[in-house]
């Protein structure tokens, strides 16, 4: 066998090892966390290292308990799920309907500055959330907007737009402007051009923008704790899940069920949306 041979087969079994290894490091959480969620508290304490619990140990009452009402003796993560959908997705698409036409104008308008303004938008990270947590908090409580679900969603499209943007921009510059020139040439206006012949060919990167702004507003803790903390009817789920990791009362595997709600989300969808996820984050890579 040449040396050529050894390494190419080396290397292919190294490869799989290494994939096998990232495979288990990547679920391992996620599996143990159901574990616990499933398994009653008695057997949890007595038995904490253990991996594998058949079918005759699983309960379902940790996720009663956490789904639940507040009046009947639950956490009422069902009205927080709801809370947080309706942030999420509101501030998804209003996201979205700002970042679309304004990449479109960074990509092929021709104005002062174009070539650094995508900078600027993205000058905002530069600053931590904290930062500007104080400021807005004043600014909201003046607005009466402090409190409210409304409110919670600006900030999110504040935070998330000039990100949006940015990455709608790179892929917007890979479509030719020849289409856009054929597009014309038919009679469409610069509207019904985005909206019938940039906006299909950029599906890739608008679901990946949609699904970067929905984590975003789904798991953010910071803002909410600050916005919501006073109206309990308003809440989310990563303020319910932080008052559960807090609660003495309250066992670890009802926190695991919470954490479960709180993350099976975020994971169907993006394995769901896993192919046009890719390709929106790797398009216009070649091009800035």
């Given at each position: 066998?040449?040396?050529?041979?050894?390494?190419?087969?080396?290397?292919?079994?190294?490869?799989?090892?290494?994939?096998?290894?990232?495979?288990?490091?990547?679920?391992?959480?996620?599996?143990?966390?159901?574990?616990?969620?499933?398994?009653?508290?008695?057997?949890?304490?007595?038995?904490?290292?253990?991996?594998?619990?058949?079918?005759?140990?699983?309960?379902?009452?940790?996720?009663?308990?956490?789904?639940?009402?507040?009046?009947?003796?639950?956490?009422?993560?069902?009205?927080?799920?709801?809370?947080?959908?309706?942030?999420?997705?509101?501030?998804?698409?209003?996201?979205?309907?700002?970042s679309?036409?304004?990449?479109?104008?960074?990509?092929?308008?021709?104005f002062?500055?174009r070539?650094?303004?995508?900078?600027?938008?993205?000058?905002?990270?530069?600053?931590?959330?904290?930062?500007?947590?104080?400021?807005?908090?004043?600014?909201?409580?003046?607005?009466?907007?402090?409190?409210?679900?409304?409110?919670?969603?600006?900030?999110?499209?504040?935070?998330?737009?000039?990100?949006?943007?940015?990455?709608?921009?790179?892929y917007?510059?890979t479509?030719?402007?020849?289409?856009?020139?054929?597009?014309a040439?038919?009679?469409?206006?610069?509207?019904?051009?985005?909206r019938?012949?940039?906006?299909?060919?950029?599906?890739?990167?608008?679901?990946?923008?949609?699904?970067?702004?929905?984590?975003?507003?789904?798991?953010?803790?910071?803002?909410?704790?600050?916005?919501?903390?006073?109206?309990?009817?308003?809440?989310?789920?990563?303020?319910?899940?932080?008052?559960?990791?807090?609660?003495?009362e309250?066992?670890?595997?009802?926190?695991?069920?919470?954490?479960?709600?709180?993350?099976?989300?975020?994971?169907?969808?993006?394995?769901?949306?896993?192919?046009?996820?890719?390709?929106?984050?790797?398009?216009?890579?070649?091009?800035?």
């Open positions: 066998m040449d040396r050529a041979t050894f390494e190419t087969r080396l290397f292919g079994v190294l490869r799989w090892v290494v994939i096998a290894i990232l495979i288990v490091v990547t679920l391992f959480p996620f599996y143990y966390m159901v574990l616990l969620s499933i398994r009653p508290i008695e057997q949890v304490l007595s038995n904490p290292g253990d991996l594998w619990a058949g079918p005759a140990e699983w309960t379902v009452s940790t996720y009663r308990e956490v789904l639940g009402s507040v009046s009947s003796g639950g956490q009422g993560f069902v009205g927080l799920i709801g809370n947080t959908l309706l942030v999420a997705v509101s501030a998804t698409i209003l996201t979205l309907l700002v679309l036409p304004g990449s479109y104008a960074v990509s092929r308008l021709q002062v500055g070539r650094q303004v995508h900078f600027l938008f993205l000058a905002i990270y530069l600053f931590p959330a904290i930062l500007l947590a104080i400021p807005l908090f004043t600014v909201f409580t003046r607005l009466g907007l402090r409190g409210s679900l409304a409110g919670l969603i600006i900030v999110y499209i504040a935070q998330t737009i000039p990100v949006s943007i940015y990455m709608l921009r790179n917007l510059t479509i030719p402007e020849s289409l856009e020139e054929a597009a040439v038919d009679g469409y206006s610069r509207l019904q051009t985005l019938k012949v940039i906006l299909p060919l950029a599906a890739p990167a608008v679901m990946a923008n949609a699904l970067y702004v929905f984590m975003i507003a789904w798991n953010e803790y910071l803002f909410a704790l600050l916005f919501l903390v006073e109206n309990r009817g308003n809440w989310t789920v990563s303020l319910g899940l932080a008052q559960l990791s807090g609660g003495i309250v066992s670890k595997t009802v926190l695991m069920a919470g954490s479960v709600v709180l993350t099976l989300p975020i994971v169907i969808i993006f394995f769901a949306t896993e192919r046009l996820l890719t390709e929106g984050l790797t398009a216009g890579a070649d091009k800035g």
